[in-house]
């Protein structure tokens, strides 16, 4: 059973940071595609930042370009973001996805396995 658990969520004051992890397991896809999504109330979830199975980012949501950092824990399943200069508008639920198939995506429709998300709120 695939399962992705995710934490570091919290909130914070304008221009603070966090950083988020995500640790999936229960597969055994060796190249598996990850990434972090987000949804405010009201809004479409949107991808972040996603990585291909050979460590290689694919995309990053050009809004949080130069603040947020995607990286992965070498040769395991922990896939983490840095996220700097937080923004009220920032301010979401923040879900990590996996996807198990070839190629990458930056479309939370392609991704079947999600995380239950960590709440990030920036005022």
């Known amino acids: 059973q695939v399962q992705l658990v995710e934490s570091g969520g919290g909130s914070v004051q304008a221009g603070g940071s966090l950083r988020l992890s995500c640790t999936a397991d229960?597969?055994?896809?060796?190249?598996?595609?990850m990434g972090w999504f987000r949804q405010a109330p009201g809004k479409e979830r949107e991808g972040i930042a996603t990585?291909?199975?050979?460590?290689?980012?694919?995309y990053v949501m050009p809004s949080v370009r130069g603040r947020y950092t995607l990286t992965k824990e070498k040769d395991k399943n922990t896939l983490y973001l840095e996220m700097n200069d937080l923004k009220p508008s920032d301010t979401a639920m923040y879900y990590c996805?996996?996807?198990?198939?070839?190629?990458?995506?930056?479309?939370?429709?392609?991704?079947?396995?999600w995380g239950q998300g960590t709440q990030v709120t920036v005022s």
């Open positions: 990585m291909d199975g050979y460590g290689r980012t694919v």
């Open positions: 229960g597969y055994t896809y060796n190249r598996p595609c």
């Open positions: 996805a996996v996807r198990l198939n070839s190629g990458c995506s930056v479309f939370a429709k392609d991704f079947a396995y």
